[in-house]
C-alpha cells in the first residue's frame, strides 16, 4: 500500500475515533500484507508524522498526547470556534424596556420620575444594565435633596436601534394608539409584535418542504 | 431445490422428525411445484413480508408478467402453501386469509361466464391485484434502493476533533424597537390608569437636545457660556430646539443662568439649588408660554409637529 | 481576515461540531469587521468550496448533506476505519426499510396508507424506532375519523444517507419496467435476512440469511 493511502486511513481513523489512538491501534487496522510485515510501525509514525507537518497550516493540529495521537482545534482559533456554543443571550425583563423607553421619551429624568410613572419602583440594577450596555448614561443631577442623578440616552443607543435622532421614534401619539387600537385607522396601525425567537439553523436552502421527482433527475 | 434451505433443512432434521426429506427431491406431502421443504417454511414464512411479497414471488418464479398472472395457477400454489401452514399450525396472519379469500374470487369470478355489461362495469377482477401487486413491488425496490444508500455508520463515518478550551463569551441580549415601544405603550395604560393628570412628554427633539445641553454644561466643570450651546450649522431650527430645551431646564430647575451684570456674558451652570447670585435670570418660566413655545417648533418642524400631547 | 485564516476557523468549527453547520452558522462564528460585510456569504462559500478542493486527496472529505456542511470519512476507506469499532453497523429489517421508503417517498402518509401499500400491519414499533432515530416525524393529521397522524422524513433521515434533498433519493422505479418480464434474470436470487430475537452468539453472516433462489437450477 503507497504511503498517500496509508495516511489517507489514518488520518481518517483519527478523526473517526472518539478518542486518541495509540500507534498499535493504527497499525491493527491494516489487513495483513498492507504494511510491511517489518517495517509495519516504522510505515505508521512516518505516516503520522507526515499527516503532523501536513497540518501546520490548517484548522487542526496532529498532536500527541498521554494516549495516543489525536486531532484537536487550533486553540488559537478558540476565540471563534467557541462562538458554536454560544448560549442564547438572556432576554431583557419589561421592567428594563419600559425603564429605557420612558429615559428615551421623557429625558432627562431621574429614576424617581420614572417609578412615578409605572408606578413601580425601579430597580439599581436595570439602570446600571442600561449604563453598563451604554443606553443611557447620567447627564446631570437633580438639585433637589439627594440630588438624584438625571439620564439621557446616548448616541450608542440611538445606533443600536439605527436612529439618527430621537425624533424618528415614532410620536407617542402612535404608541398610544397602541392602547386604543380602534382609534386608528386599521392600515395605519404599526404592527407592533414582539419577535419571537430567531431559529439561526434556518438555512434558506434547505427548506423542509421538497419536490419528489420520481425519475427525474436529481437537482443540486 | 437449492444448497442454502437444503443445509437448513439438513439441520434442522436433526431434532424435527416429522417429516423425512431427501436433498434435491420435492417431498411427496408437499404440493410438487413447492421447493420448499416443512422444516424450512417457517423461516421462508418469515423472510415474506406479507400475502403480497409471496405472490410477488410466486409470480416471478415462474418468470411471469404481472400483467399476465395465470390466477387459477397462482391462486393454487398459494393456497398450497396456505393448506401446508395450517397443517403445520403455524401462526398464519390474517392478511394471508384475506388475500387468499380474494384470490378464491377472482378465481371463481374468471371461471364463471358473465354478462358483457357487468363485465364492462366491473372491469377485470384481476385490475386491482395487479394495481396492489404493482404499488408494493415500486415500494420494495424502493426500500432496497434505500438500503444500498451510502448511509452513516455503516459506510461513512462522522468526524470529529477535540475541542480547544472554550472561550465563555458573553452575549447582550438583543432587542427589538418594536419590544421598546411595546413596553411604552403598556407603561402609558398603567400610568393612565393610576394617575389623574395624562402623562406629559416634551417633543422629542427638545427631550434630547435637554440630555445634551446638561451633559454638555456638566462636563465643562458645570459652567457654559450660553452662546456656546448652540451651533449655528444647526440652523434656525437646530437654534429653536436648543433654546427651548434650555428653557425647559431652567423651568425644571436642573440649570441656571448666570450673568455678572447687565449686558455681560450670559453663562448656563448647573442648578446648585441654591440661588445665591444676585442676577439670576428668571426662572419663573410658565406653563402658558411653555405650549407657545412648542407651538412654534412644531409651526417650523414638521419632524416635530406629531408628537403627542 | 484574509482567506487562509478564513478557511482554518471554518475547518475547525466544521471539525469541531457536533452536527453538520449552514453557511448561516458559519457566518456567525465571525465578528464585525471580519467578513466583508456584503461579502460574508460568499466569502464563506468560497472557503468552503476551498476546503472541499484542498481535501480531494485526503482521509476525510467535506460533503453537504440536507441540514449543513460537515466532514466525514471517505467512503472508500470505511473498510479500515470501521474496524475501530468491535460493533457491526446496525442492520435495519425489510418491514422498517419499507417502511421508511412508504414514507420518504409518498409522504406525507398515515400508518393506514402505509399498510394499505404493504399488505400487511405495520408494527407500532417500527413507527417507534424510526421517530426515535429521528428519521420520521408527525407533520399533521389527515382531517378523517380519527384523525391519524401523517408521517414525513426529517433532515436527519437525509443527512444520515448522505443526502442534499429527497430529490437525490433514488426515483421510483416506473411501474412499466416492473412489468417486463425480461427485467427479472431466472436465477435471480432474493436473499434475505432473518432476525434473530435474542442469541447473541448467532453469527449473523452463517444461520440468519438463507438464500431462496427462485431459479430451478439445483445445486450439486
Do not use: C
Amino acid at each position: 500500500m503507497d504511503e498517500a493511502q496509508i495516511q489517507r486511513i489514518i488520518e481518517a481513523a483519527l478523526l473517526a475515533s472518539d478518542g486518541p489512538l495509540t500507534v498499535a491501534n493504527l497499525t491493527k487496522l491494516f489487513g495483513p500484507g498492507e504494511l510491511d510485515e517489518e517495517n509495519a510501525t516504522r510505515q505508521v509514525r512516518e505516516a503520522l508524522k507526515a499527516l503532523q507537518e501536513d497540518s501546520a497550516d490548517r484548522g487542526v493540529e496532529l498532536k500527541r498526547v498521554a494516549s495516543g495521537y489525536r486531532y484537536q482545534v487550533r486553540q488559537e482559533l478558540s476565540e471563534w470556534v467557541s462562538r458554536l456554543w454560544d448560549e442564547k443571550p438572556p432576554r431583557y425583563t419589561r421592567a428594563l424596556l419600559e425603564t429605557l423607553a420612558l429615559v428615551a421619551y421623557k429625558q432627562p429624568v431621574t429614576r424617581g420620575d420614572i417609578e412615578q410613572v409605572r408606578g413601580v419602583s425601579v430597580s439599581q440594577n436595570i439602570m446600571r444594565t442600561l449604563v453598563e450596555r451604554d443606553w443611557i448614561r447620567v447627564v446631570g443631577q437633580r438639585e433637589v435633596p439627594g440630588r438624584p442623578s438625571l439620564y439621557g440616552t446616548t448616541k450608542t443607543f440611538l445606533d443600536y436601534f439605527n436612529l439618527q435622532a430621537l425624533t424618528e421614534l415614532p410620536p407617542l401619539a402612535e404608541i398610544r394608539a397602541l392602547i386604543e387600537p380602534a382609534l386608528v385607522e386599521p392600515d395605519e396601525s404599526i404592527t407592533v409584535a414582539v419577535q419571537t425567537t430567531d431559529d439561526p439553523e434556518t438555512d434558506p436552502e434547505s427548506a423542509d418542504v421538497v419536490q419528489l421527482h420520481s425519475g427525474a433527475s436529481p437537482s443540486n | 431445490m437449492n444448497e442454502s434451505v437444503g443445509q437448513l433443512q439438513q439441520a434442522r432434521t436433526a431434532d424435527s422428525a416429522t417429516i423425512a426429506v431427501v436433498r434435491g427431491e420435492a417431498v411427496t406431502q408437499l404440493p410438487t411445484d413447492l421447493y420448499i421443504p416443512p422444516e424450512a417454511l417457517e423461516v421462508f414464512l418469515e423472510t415474506f413480508e406479507g400475502p403480497l411479497d409471496l405472490l410477488l414471488y410466486l409470480i416471478r418464479r415462474q418468470n411471469l408478467d404481472i400483467l399476465n398472472i395465470k390466477v387459477a395457477e397462482i391462486t393454487r400454489q398459494y393456497m398450497g402453501y396456505i393448506d401446508l401452514m395450517q397443517a403445520l399450525q403455524l401462526e398464519l396472519a390474517g392478511e394471508y386469509l384475506l388475500m387468499a379469500a380474494m384470490l378464491a374470487e377472482i378465481k371463481s369470478r374468471m371461471l364463471l361466464p358473465r354478462p358483457e355489461s357487468l363485465e364492462e362495469e366491473e372491469g377485470d377482477p384481476r385490475a386491482e391485484l395487479i394495481r396492489r401487486l404493482q404499488e408494493y413491488e415500486q415500494i420494495k425496490t424502493a426500500a432496497e434502493g434505500i438500503d444500498e444508500l451510502p448511509r452513516m455508520e455503516r459506510d461513512l463515518f462522522d468526524v470529529a476533533a477535540s475541542k480547544p478550551d472554550l472561550v465563555k463569551q458573553h452575549a447582550d441580549p438583543e432587542v427589538d424597537l418594536k419590544e421598546v415601544l411595546t413596553a411604552l405603550a403598556a407603561v402609558l395604560r398603567r400610568a393612565e390608569m393610576f394617575q389623574k393628570h395624562e402623562v406629559k412628554f416634551e417633543p422629542l427633539s427638545v427631550r434630547e437636545r435637554m440630555g445634551d445641553v446638561l451633559a454638555l454644561v456638566n462636563s465643562q466643570d458645570g459652567f457654559v457660556d450660553f452662546g456656546d450651546l448652540f451651533q449655528p450649522s444647526e440652523g434656525r431650527m437646530g437654534v429653536i430646539v436648543t433654546f427651548l430645551a434650555i428653557m425647559e431646564l431652567v423651568r425644571e430647575a436642573l440649570v441656571e443662568f448666570v450673568q455678572a451684570e447687565a449686558f455681560a456674558p450670559i453663562h448656563v451652570r448647573g442648578a446648585s439649588g441654591v440661588v445665591d447670585h444676585a442676577p439670576v435670570f428668571n426662572t419663573n418660566y410658565g406653563g402658558e408660554a411653555d405650549s407657545d413655545m412648542e407651538a412654534a417648533v412644531d409651526a417650523d418642524a414638521d419632524a416635530d409637529s406629531d408628537e403627542d400631547r
